[in-house]
Structure formats: structure tokens, C-alpha cells
């Protein structure tokens, strides 16, 4: 959809009676067809197709504790394996991306300019890590922060003992 959205927003920014709207079409044209934006774009569709699967799970009526903890602790580890195995694999795929969108890819070995700062305020790190470190990992350890958070030992503990109650599957055997 990415090719259609950028086609309309170029319509958009053609056919617009207003200079004002001119100027954020063009804005989010321009916005869009960075390496940044592209990055962030597959990153997410990896990490939310990762805890959306543990979501759609959990909203199920018929989903027992049991199960639902074991797809948490499914969900961390594929989040760990996204981490600690994913990287090239991710930046393969945006950088195929950014060739077919022509979009311009950095050179990742250049030191990182953060655009919010002084330009004369050089930081001492490269792109590769500004990618790798401040968003690629930073993300992924929010997410199972937040799954921890959520499911802690004390709630996890909490929630098989209230499934040993359930008098449903009494009979079963």
C-alpha cells in the first residue's frame, strides 16, 4: 500500500487549492520517503505481528490461563529472537524497500546527526548504531518490559491458581 499512499499524497499536493495544503502534502511526501519513516515501518509490522498474535489470542473466550501465559513467554521469546537474530534480516528487507520506493539509504558507517540538535553538536555514534541501539533494541525491550510488567511472576502465579479453580475441566481426563 506504501506505493499508493505516496501516489496520493502527490495528487494531493498537485491538485489542492491552498498553498497551506500544498505545503503538508508535500511535507508528508517528503516525510514518508525517509529511511527512517521506511525502518520504523517494518520494525513495527515485525514487533506488532508478534504481539498482535499474543492479543488476538488473549481476547478469545475460550482461551484457558494456562495457555495464555504460555503464549507470553511465546511471545518474549520470539520478541528475544527478533533482537538478537532479526537485524540483518530486517535492514535486507528495508533496504530492498527504500531501492524499490527510491528511497536514499545512509551510509550506516557516517556518524549520526540527530536533526533536533545543533549541527555543531556531532554525536560520537554511527548511524548503524542510532538504528541498531536506539530504536532497533530500545523497542524491542520496551515490548517485553511491557509483557514482564504485565505478566509478572507474582500475576503469572496468580492467574494458575485461579485456573486450578475452574471447576470446567473437573471431569476431564
Not at 510488567?149 to 503469572?156: C, E, G, P, Y
Request: neutral net charge; glycine residues 6%; proline residues 1%.
Amino acid at each position: 500500500m506504501f506505493g499508493s499512499i505516496i501516489d496520493v499524497l502527490d495528487t494531493i499536493g498537485v491538485d489542492v487549492r491552498t498553498l497551506e495544503e500544498r505545503v503538508k502534502a508535500k511535507g508528508h511526501l517528503s516525510t514518508c520517503q525517509k529511511f527512517e519513516v521506511a525502518f520504523m515501518l517494518h520494525l513495527m509490522r515485525d514487533v506488532l505481528g508478534i504481539t498482535n498474535e499474543l492479543n488476538t489470542s488473549l481476547q478469545k473466550k475460550e482461551q484457558d490461563i494456562a495457555n495464555a501465559i504460555l503464549l507470553v513467554e511465546v511471545a518474549k521469546r520470539r520478541l528475544q529472537k527478533l533482537k538478537e537474530g532479526e537485524w540483518d534480516s530486517l535492514i535486507d528487507k528495508v533496504s530492498a524497500f527504500c531501492v524499490k520506493y527510491n528511497i536514499l539509504i545512509p551510509n550506516f558507517d557516517d556518524l549520526y546527526v540527530n536533526s533536533g540538535r545543533s549541527r555543531r553538536k556531532v554525536t560520537d555514534y554511527t548511524i548503524l548504531h542510532h538504528y541498531r541501539v536506539d530504536i532497533f533494541f530500545k523497542i524491542i525491550d520496551w515490548q517485553v518490559q511491557e509483557l514482564n510488567a504485565r505478566f509478572n511472576k507474582v500475576t503469572t502465579n496468580f492467574l494458575i491458581g485461579v485456573a486450578f479453580l475452574n471447576p470446567g475441566d473437573s471431569f476431564s481426563g
